[in-house]
């Protein structure tokens, strides 16, 4: 045996090759299989997917196609909030809010400091309908409003963080319970009592009879009182 056939058969016995046959003119020909020793036809081997064509990316793109996809997102984390699986919800309610960035964005104003829907609203021209810019504003506050519902669940809850989605809300929509109410959850653990308490009778405006707003107000009057005392105390 010559030692390229040696060679070869070491390859068959290591699961290299497939086959092996002879010519009267050259070395042993071979068929290499894929790595792993997985057969073409096999599920597991996946060959390089081809690049992405310029009009599917463009599609990815569309201002209607992001609209789909923000919206999506927000309802799995509408969902994952359900489950109670809040840190997956946080997520999905980030993912969904960059679409809508990425949407203004596509339909001409590249600040991402701005609120998608004020920027919806201020675009003249653009290939959404007013039903489709209703929903983007809608699912922008719902995913501001989960965002803050969903850090209050945390063990360690970022109560500055909570303030700012909350206000985000309010900013729009200045009677919205839920913003009203969690604002002054997350000023009274801040210790900010007084601003504490302007959001929270807002929110009790809204609903009277909530007891949660109700045991909220009665800490934080008793929280003021307190501190009134205790200033008045240290007067000399």
């Given at each position: 045996m010559s030692v390229e056939q040696g060679r070869f058969e070491g390859m068959i016995r290591k699961g290299n090759i497939t086959s092996i046959g002879s010519n009267s003119t050259g070395p042993p020909q071979c068929v290499v299989q894929p790595p792993g020793g997985w057969s073409r036809g096999d599920g597991r081997y996946q060959p390089h997917a081809p690049p992405q064509s310029g009009?599917?990316?463009?599609?990815?793109?569309?201002?209607?196609?992001?609209?789909?996809?923000?919206?999506?997102?927000?309802?799995?984390?509408?969902?994952?909030?359900?489950?109670?699986k809040y840190r997956e919800a946080i997520g999905k309610y980030h993912r969904a809010l960059l679409e809508m960035k990425g949407l203004c964005r596509v339909l001409g104003d590249p600040d991402t400091s701005k609120s998608p829907s004020s920027i919806l609203t201020s675009i003249s021209k653009s290939s959404l309908t007013e039903e489709q810019k209703g929903a983007v504003e809608n699912a922008e506050l719902e995913c501001y409003n989960s965002l803050a519902a969903c850090l209050l669940q945390m063990e360690l809850v970022n109560y500055e963080r909570v303030k700012e989605y909350c206000l985000k809300v309010l900013r729009k929509e200045g009677e919205n319970f839920k913003a009203l109410y969690r604002s002054g959850v997350a000023y009274y653990h801040l210790g900010d009592f007084q601003k504490a308490l302007h959001y929270l009778k807002e929110s009790h405006k809204q609903q009277p009879t909530d007891t949660n707003v109700i045991r909220y107000i009665q800490l934080t009057e008793m929280k003021i009182r307190r501190n009134a005392q205790r200033e008045k105390c240290e007067v000399p």
């Open positions: 009009s599917m990316v463009k599609t990815q793109n569309e201002p209607a196609e992001l609209v789909k996809r923000a919206l999506d997102f927000k309802t799995q984390g509408t969902q994952c909030y359900k489950d109670k």
